[in-house]
């Protein structure tokens, strides 16, 4: 089992900042790729970012440069640093741990835990 705590989100104004953290209680992180996702009312859960074990990562499209994701093993946190954020970024943001072996990618498949989210409010 794996537990993943976020946190870290809140309110800010269009064009700030905030950076998320997903501590993980397994020892097994280290060896797991971890990804941002994120929902907005209405809308489908959709893959942000992504980092495997050996550091390679994936991003989508619309994080465009201004979103990044990092990890520290030894602390068995990941965490997803976004810049200039926009009204269109609201959502409740979720960090996941993939299963063994599989590494960063575009898919959203193979991720097995999840933690509780944490709402991401950008006001205009």
């Known amino acids: 089992q794996v537990q993943l705590v976020e946190s870290g989100g809140g309110l800010v104004q269009s064009g700030e900042s905030l950076r998320l953290s997903c501590s993980a209680s397994?020892?097994?992180?280290?060896?797991?790729?971890m990804g941002w996702f994120r929902q907005a009312p209405g809308k489908e859960r959709e893959i942000v970012a992504a980092i495997s074990w050996t550091g390679t990562t994936y991003y989508a499209e619309f994080t465009k440069g201004r979103f990044t994701i990092s990890r520290d093993n030894p602390k068995n946190t990941a965490y997803l640093q976004m810049n200039s954020l926009k009204p269109e970024d609201t959502a409740v943001y979720y960090c996941?741990?993939?299963?063994?072996?599989?590494?960063?990618?575009?898919?959203?498949?193979?991720?097995?835990?999840w933690g509780q989210g944490t709402q991401v409010t950008v006001s205009s």
């Open positions: 996941a741990a993939r299963r063994l072996g599989w590494s960063a990618s575009p898919s959203k498949e193979g991720y097995e835990y």
């Open positions: 397994a020892r097994t992180f280290s060896s797991r790729t």
